[in-house]
């Protein structure tokens, strides 16, 4: 069998790092962490505080470029074996070392982190056998061929196995069975630091929730000494309080600053950056019999017949909403992915027709329409439940009548996972930079086992889209993924499983002495904003 390696130099990322600044920095976040567990909720605004604390094995970039992480090479020895090898001299923050006994246990706590609203187990679930050739040499065996892997365990974080109990051997085996483990410890442990011990760049501090996040610089830190003494991160929900925060000086930067106070930030000297992400704002369509909330319908689910999912699709002006209630700072959408990314097809945003919308609903047998209940956010995602209750007009111009029931982020993901439901709107971040991620996390059929379709919450199912998305996962040829992937997407769109909304371009606001290079994947991680030079 023909070896593939990576080889990359394990220094790389210390040569470059910066001399530490006696200062603190403050962060003001428009949504809080809902947990210090970076194995509990597959959520972008638990990643960017854990990425501080915790590491994984490879890394991404700002455009989500794989490199080094705690594995300093990889190679793929055959279709389904992986061999990574680990840094040395590596420290959790205890002072412990790093092993790859930490990596074994960690990847068998997945399976066991308990009523995680979207678990990390979809990368893990097809991983049959992890072994260790030595302290520092790790083997990973999966079922199928997976070329995506170093990219996708980006996402499993490397947690301590001597802090959380572990005995002295940990024996791996699939779908959690593994030997040695002791007792897990679950979430809500991690608020406490002697707990939450990872390598990376900050220990945890304190966690008061609804108030602040603190952290504090790890001076053993092996990718070289951190920038900061002390980080601060406060949630502050309201937009017109977290431009104030800013503004008083209270923080140093901000995320997702409401548009139309951007020329005003920038009048007084803040500096702004802004790129266009990854992340789609879709809306999905519950599509099982029995769909709660949904009234004028004799008991029926509309959302079971496409032509009634198309028509509420022609029914939504994205263009607007785009320029009107994102002031320009949004993509609208016609799939999944923003070309060019790997596995998009350039497909084109649905046209917006009312009067289409409205005999498409005719011909279901819905000429007067109907009413039901849209989920929503109102504190996640950019202008989210402005955004909700625009779709509600425009669906009432077709005679659909929408109750917009909008919650903040937490109790949303909690009623969504619940399917309490008919359609809600939420977004998704592709955490591998290729269409296979909101695949297989939105719109795979639900299946707990494999851990397909894991944030499928309108339980739509489609088969062949099934098997060619499989397919897809298993090519190791680009070309013909990037085909498998085109097509898996078309079926799902052809068939609105479920309707892509728009993109959202993402803004910062911070100080003029501090530097940020904006990610396409929205983080806002305080481990890489600088001073400015």
Same mark, same amino acid.
């Given at each position: 069998?023909?070896? /593939?390696?990576?080889?990359?130099?394990?220094?790389?990322?210390?040569?470059?790092?910066?001399?530490?600044?006696?200062?603190?920095?403050?962060?003001?976040?428009?949504?809080?962490?809902?947990?210090?567990?970076?194995?509990?909720?597959?959520?972008?605004?638990?990643?960017?505080?854990?990425?501080?604390?915790?590491?994984?094995?490879?890394?991404?970039?700002?455009?989500?470029? /794989?490199?080094?992480?705690?594995?300093?090479?990889?190679?793929?020895?055959?279709?389904?074996?992986?061999?990574?090898?680990?840094?040395?001299?590596?420290?959790?923050?205890?002072?412990?070392?790093?092993?790859?006994?930490?990596?074994?246990?960690?990847?068998?706590?997945?399976?066991?982190?308990?009523?995680?609203?979207?678990?990390?187990?979809?990368?893990?679930?097809?991983?049959?056998?992890?072994?260790?050739?030595?302290?520092?040499?790790?083997?990973?065996?999966?079922?199928?061929?997976?070329?995506?892997?170093?990219?996708?365990?980006?996402?499993?974080?490397?947690?301590?196995?001597?802090?959380?109990?572990?005995?002295?051997?940990?024996?791996?085996?699939?779908?959690?069975?593994?030997?040695?483990?002791?007792?897990?410890?679950?979430?809500?442990?991690?608020?406490?630091?002697?707990?939450?011990?990872?390598?990376?760049?900050?220990?945890?501090?304190?966690?008061?929730?609804?108030?602040?996040?603190?952290?504090?610089?790890?001076?053993?830190?092996?990718?070289?000494?951190?920038?900061?003494?002390?980080? /601060?991160?406060?949630?502050?929900?309201?937009?017109?309080?977290?431009?104030?925060?800013?503004?008083?000086?209270? /923080?140093?930067?901000?995320?997702?600053?409401?548009?139309?106070?951007?020329?005003?930030?920038?009048?007084?000297?803040?500096?702004?950056?802004?790129?266009?992400?990854?992340?789609?704002?879709?809306?999905?369509?519950?599509?099982?019999?029995?769909?709660?909330?949904?009234?004028?319908?004799?008991?029926?689910?509309?959302?079971?017949?496409?032509?009634?999912?198309?028509?509420?699709?022609?029914?939504?002006?994205?263009?607007?909403?785009?320029?009107?209630?994102?002031?320009?700072?949004?993509?609208?959408?016609?799939?999944?992915?923003?070309?060019?990314?790997?596995?998009?097809?350039?497909?084109?945003?649905?046209?917006?027709?009312?009067?289409?919308?409205?005999?498409?609903?005719?011909?279901?047998?819905?000429?007067?329409?109907?009413?039901?209940?849209?989920?929503?956010?109102?504190?996640?995602?950019?202008?989210?439940?402005?955004?909700?209750?625009?779709?509600?007009?425009?669906?009432?111009?077709?005679?659909?009548?929408?109750?917009?029931?909008?919650?903040?982020?937490?109790?949303?993901?909690?009623?969504?996972?619940?399917?309490?439901?008919?359609?809600?709107?939420?977004?998704?971040?592709?955490?591998?930079?290729?269409?296979?991620?909101?695949?297989?996390?939105?719109?795979?059929?639900?299946?707990?086992?494999?851990?397909?379709?894991?944030?499928?919450?309108?339980?739509?199912?489609?088969?062949?889209?099934?098997?060619?998305?499989?397919?897809?996962?298993?090519?190791?040829?680009?070309?013909?993924?990037?085909?498998?992937?085109?097509?898996?997407?078309?079926?799902?769109?052809?068939?609105?499983?479920?309707?892509?909304?728009?993109?959202?371009?993402?803004?910062?606001?911070?100080?003029?002495?501090?530097?940020?290079?904006?990610?396409?994947?929205?983080?806002?991680?305080?481990?890489?904003?600088?001073?400015?030079?």
């Amino acid at each position: 069998m023909k070896t /593939v390696k990576l080889s990359l130099l394990a220094g790389l990322l210390a040569a470059g790092a910066m001399p530490a600044f006696a200062q603190d920095l403050a962060l003001g976040l428009k949504s809080e962490a809902t947990s210090m567990d970076p194995q509990f909720h597959q959520l972008s605004t638990n990643i960017q505080v854990h990425k501080n604390i915790f590491e994984t094995l490879t890394t991404q970039d700002a455009v989500q470029k /794989v490199g080094p992480g705690l594995a300093s090479e990889w190679e793929a020895v055959d279709d389904t074996t992986w061999r990574f090898k680990l840094r040395e001299g590596v420290k959790f923050h205890d002072g412990t070392d790093f092993t790859a006994r930490d990596v074994i246990y960690s990847f068998c706590r997945v399976p066991h982190v308990e009523n995680s609203p979207s678990p990390f187990t979809i990368y893990t679930a097809t991983v049959t056998d992890i072994t260790a050739e030595d302290d520092h040499t790790v083997i990973f065996k999966t079922e199928n061929t997976n070329p995506l892997f170093p990219a996708e365990i980006w996402s499993i974080a490397i947690v301590s196995a001597d802090s959380l109990g572990a005995e002295d051997e940990v024996v791996f085996g699939p779908q959690g069975a593994c030997e040695g483990m002791g007792d897990i410890p679950q979430a809500p442990a991690f608020n406490d630091p002697a707990i939450a011990v990872g390598t990376g760049p900050y220990k945890l501090d304190t966690y008061t929730r609804g108030s602040e996040l603190v952290l504090t610089r790890f001076d053993d830190y092996w990718g070289g000494t951190p920038d900061w003494e002390r980080v /601060v991160m406060r949630p502050i929900t309201s937009d017109g309080p977290r431009v104030a925060a800013l503004l008083a000086g209270d /923080v140093d930067m901000i995320e997702s600053p409401p548009i139309q106070d951007i020329a005003r930030l920038e009048a007084a000297d803040f500096k702004i950056v802004d790129a266009l992400s990854n992340r789609i704002i879709y809306l999905a369509l519950r599509q099982e019999e029995g769909a709660p909330s949904i009234e004028g319908t004799d008991g029926k689910n509309p959302m079971m017949d496409v032509r009634v999912r198309k028509a509420i699709s022609l029914a939504i002006n994205r263009d607007a909403i785009a320029e009107r209630i994102m002031g320009g700072y949004a993509q609208p959408a016609g799939e999944l992915l923003p070309p060019p990314m790997f596995g998009s097809s350039g497909r084109p945003v649905d046209s917006y027709d009312p009067d289409a919308a409205k005999e498409l609903l005719t011909e279901a047998g819905y000429p007067n329409g109907f009413t039901m209940t849209l989920g929503t956010p109102n504190d996640r995602y950019i202008n989210d439940e402005q955004v909700a209750q625009a779709v509600a007009q425009m669906l009432a111009r077709i005679g659909i009548q929408i109750n917009v029931d909008a919650s903040t982020a937490s109790q949303f993901f909690s009623r969504r996972n619940a399917l309490e439901f008919p359609i809600y709107m939420a977004g998704w971040g592709a955490a591998s930079g290729e269409m296979s991620s909101p695949l297989k996390s939105l719109v795979a059929t639900f299946d707990a086992q494999t851990g397909m379709g894991p944030t499928n919450a309108g339980r739509y199912a489609n088969p062949e889209m099934d098997k060619v998305l499989l397919q897809a996962m298993s090519t190791i040829d680009d070309t013909e993924r990037d085909r498998l992937l085109q097509e898996a997407g078309t079926m799902v769109l052809d068939d609105y499983g479920i309707i892509p909304l728009h993109f959202e371009q993402t803004v910062w606001a911070m100080k003029s002495g501090l530097d940020y290079e904006p990610r396409v994947d929205q983080y806002t991680m305080a481990s890489e904003v600088k001073p400015a030079n």
